[in-house]
Structures are given as structure tokens and as C-alpha cells.
């Protein structure tokens, strides 16, 4: 018995034979004896295959949309939310680096300007505290623009007549040089701290659009998902 | 059951069309599971596997044998659990079925036809217990083949597309697992029904 004849019998037994390739197989039965016994062999152990009980699943293995990760449809407009969701979320993360760059450049700047305006508006500030119609007169040159809002009227008065009024004026000056001095002061704060790049509303907006759209999406999916069940 | 409609159904991604799928096949995927792998729970897991991986792939379905499409499926199934048990060997934790004087006990999970006799229930749990150990020992290509063509009835070109051989080797594998079963069950001759004895000695040269 060789493969071939192994392999034609199997597939006679399955039917799976040419006519003709059947044909002479069966002569060639008729007169073999151990091909006609392997092919009862061969049969026997199909038959035994084939009656081997057919078991029940232990289980239903019907699948759930879990199982498949299936998500309810979303309508069309959700992407959009998402979008702006993560828009709205990054820029207003970025709008903090962004005032924090500001206020960093803006210090080195002023850092570099305080050698001489900064100074002067000290200088000023303690000349006005020691000479106050001197202050009337320097103030606007020592602090330049800021300090030509802030001087007080007395810086109008021509300087004969603040001579004149020289001992009169003087408790009113020091009060005013009190004020002056606190102004310079504000100015020298608001000069140190500058006024940020992107303003707290903006960062509010954004605020409000990221959780707010965040929100949304949460109940689009909260509502298809309970259509979807 | 309208198969086709249920199919296009599961491949527009209705799930409920797809279970109905799952019912009809389950019981022959898990058939063909425990035949090839042995066991009855790792059967149930490659089965689940399978359905898994059919939904998910369901759309590459171009029409053909159905049934052929998810043997596939689950001898694929059944390909990855046993690459896992060789990559992950596991102890069971489950008591050894083992009495003490080493007769194995009947597993209840065998004895499922209430209309058998005790005597027939054993010697039905005896036979199909050989047929499993033969089924086991052989090579798991000639396994996959034999278990689709001549436990699941499926033909020659439904195996050949199932499992992508040429129909010449579907013949041989089938041929060679088949003689390859008979001799290993000579070994079982006492369990078999008489109808079932099979007569001793082929020499394949």
C-alpha cells in the first residue's frame, strides 16, 4: 500500500473521485483484498469520527456591545464639540504660559530701564520728601509722564509766587508730597507689574467654552447611549 | 433563518442580526473548538474569541460558505490559545480526576444524554474519551482537517477555502490523519463497539 492508494481510497470513501478514477479503483477492489480492507478500515474510523456526539455549548456566546467595544451612534455635530472642547482647553492652558513669558520679558525690560527711571523716581521721591516745592518744580522732570498727571496743582504756580506762599503752603505741600509720594509709588508698582497679554476674561471665555462644551458632549452621550439601549 | 440578510445586517454593524448568527453556529464552533484543543473551557474560550473576531471582521466576508468562514475563525482562535499555552504552561487548579486506585472518574459534563443506560453512557464516554486522546496525538494540520471534513461534515473545498490549502493537500492530510486515528485507536480496540472493531495491519509504504 503505498500514499496514493492511501489517498485515492480516503477520497473514494468521500465520493470525492473521478468516474473514472472511481471506476478502476473499484476493479482494482474487487481484486486486492488489502486494499478492500484498508478501505473498511478507513471507513470504520470515518463512522467513529462521525458519531462522536455532538456537544452543547455550555453557553450562550451571543456578544454584547461591550464585548465588541461598540459605541452608540453620536450625532454629526459631536467632532465639533470635541473640537472645540480641546480648542478652547489648550488655548487657555497656553494663554497662562503666555502671560507668564510676558511678565518675565516685561520684568528683564524694566530691569533694564530701572538704573535710570527707576532711580529717578526714588531720587524724586526723597527730594520731595525733603524739599517739597522742589518737588513741585523737579517731580515732573524726575518721573516724566506719569508725574505730569499726578503733581499736584502747586506745580502750575509760578516760582515767585510759591516763594511767597513759600511758609503758608508748606504743611499743604507735605500733605501733597504724602499723596505724591504714594502715587509714585502705584506708578513704580504699575511700572513693575505690567498688564498681562491675555486678559482674565479672555481666560474665563475659555474656561467656560472648554467645560461648557465638555458638558455638552457628555450629555449627547448620555442621550444617544440611552436611545442606543 | 435567512442567513444572507443577517449577514448583511451584522456587516452594516447590527449586533442583534450577528447573535442570531452566533445561536445558529455555536454549538458547531464550539464542536470543532473542544475537538482540536481538548478541553472543554479552553473550547468555550477560543468559541467566544471567535465570535469576537468575527464581528470585528465581518466585513472581509465576500460571500461563500459561511460556516467555512467561521471554522476559520475558530481554528485561528484555537491556533492563538495554543501558542499561549506553549508561550504560558498552566498548572489546573482543579483536583486532579483521578480516583485513588488511578481509574479515571466520569466527568458529569459526559454523561449529558438522559436517555442512555449507565452501561452505554460509560462506554459512549469511554469511546469518545479515545477518540479525543487519538485526536490529540495527531499533528494539528491533519487535526484541523479531519475535524472539519469528517466531524463537522464539511466537504473538501469547503476545508480547502476555510483553512486556504489546495484541495491536493486538503486529500492528503486527510488520508494520512485518517490512518494515522486507526492505528492509534487499535490501541483502544476493547473500548470500541464491536460494529467499530477495526482489523489489524496497514503497511503505508
Not at chain 1, 45 to 64: D, G, I, Q
Not at chain 1, 140 to 153: F, K, N, S, V
Not at chain 1, 177 to 183: G, V, Y
Request: hydrophobic share 40%.
Amino acid at each position: 500500500m503505498n500514499q496514493r492508494d492511501l489517498e485515492l481510497l480516503s477520497a473514494y470513501l468521500d465520493g470525492q473521485l473521478k468516474p473514472s478514477d472511481s471506476a478502476r479503483l473499484e476493479t482494482r477492489l474487487k481484486t486486492d483484498p488489502q486494499l478492500a480492507s484498508v478501505l473498511t478500515d478507513l471507513r470504520a474510523t470515518r463512522s467513529l469520527l462521525r458519531k462522536l456526539p455532538a456537544r452543547k455549548a455550555p453557553r450562550n456566546f451571543t456578544l454584547t456591545r461591550k464585548m465588541v467595544g461598540q459605541n452608540p451612534p453620536l450625532p454629526r455635530a459631536y467632532p465639533i464639540f470635541r473640537f472645540a472642547t480641546a480648542l478652547a482647553t489648550l488655548l487657555f492652558f497656553f494663554s497662562f504660559g503666555l502671560n507668564t513669558v510676558g511678565r518675565q520679558m516685561a520684568s528683564q525690560t524694566s530691569g533694564f530701564g530701572m538704573g535710570g527711571g527707576g532711580g529717578g523716581a526714588e531720587e524724586s521721591a526723597q527730594s520731595l520728601a525733603a524739599d517739597a516745592p522742589m518737588v513741585a518744580t523737579e517731580a515732573p522732570a524726575a518721573t516724566e509722564a506719569p508725574l505730569e498727571g499726578l503733581a499736584p496743582a502747586s506745580t502750575l504756580v509760578p516760582p515767585d509766587v510759591a516763594d511767597a506762599a513759600r511758609t503758608a503752603e508748606t504743611p499743604v505741600l507735605k500733605t501733597g508730597d504724602a499723596a505724591n509720594a504714594d502715587e509714585l509709588n502705584q506708578a513704580q508698582n504699575e511700572v513693575q507689574s505690567p498688564v498681562p497679554w491675555i486678559s482674565s476674561a479672555w481666560q474665563i471665555g475659555l474656561a467656560v467654552i472648554a467645560v461648557g462644551s465638555a458638558l455638552f458632549m457628555l450629555l449627547i452621550h448620555q442621550i444617544s447611549a440611552r436611545r442606543w439601549k | 433563518m435567512n442567513e444572507q440578510a443577517l449577514i448583511q445586517d451584522a456587516q452594516g454593524g447590527s449586533l442583534d442580526a450577528f447573535n442570531t448568527l452566533v445561536l445558529h453556529y455555536q454549538d458547531s464552533v464550539f464542536n470543532t473548538a473542544l475537538r482540536i484543543l481538548g478541553d472543554e473551557d479552553q473550547a468555550a474560550d477560543a468559541s467566544q474569541e471567535a465570535f469576537i473576531s468575527a464581528f470585528k471582521s465581518i466585513s472581509s466576508f465576500r460571500g461563500g460558505s459561511f460556516k467555512g468562514w467561521l471554522m476559520r475563525t475558530v481554528t485561528n482562535a484555537c491556533y492563538d490559545e495554543l501558542r499561549r499555552q506553549k508561550r504560558r504552561p498552566t498548572t489546573p487548579l482543579e483536583p486532579d480526576a483521578r480516583r485513588d486506585d488511578g481509574e479515571e472518574m466520569d466527568s458529569p459534563r459526559w454523561l449529558a444524554d438522559p436517555n442512555m443506560t449507565p452501561d452505554q453512557k460509560a462506554e459512549a464516554d469511554e469511546v469518545e474519551h479515545a477518540i479525543q486522546h487519538c485526536l490529540n496525538n495527531l499533528p494539528l494540520e491533519f487535526k484541523t482537517v479531519v475535524v472539519m471534513a469528517d466531524i463537522q461534515g464539511m466537504d473538501y473545498t469547503e476545508v480547502a477555502t476555510s483553512i486556504r490549502v489546495p484541495l491536493g493537500t486538503i486529500k492528503s492530510r486527510l488520508a494520512r490523519a485518517r490512518l494515522r486515528l486507526r492505528e492509534c485507536l487499535q490501541g483502544f480496540a476493547e473500548l470500541l463497539p464491536a460494529s467499530y472493531r477495526l482489523e489489524e495491519g496497514i503497511n503505508i509504504s
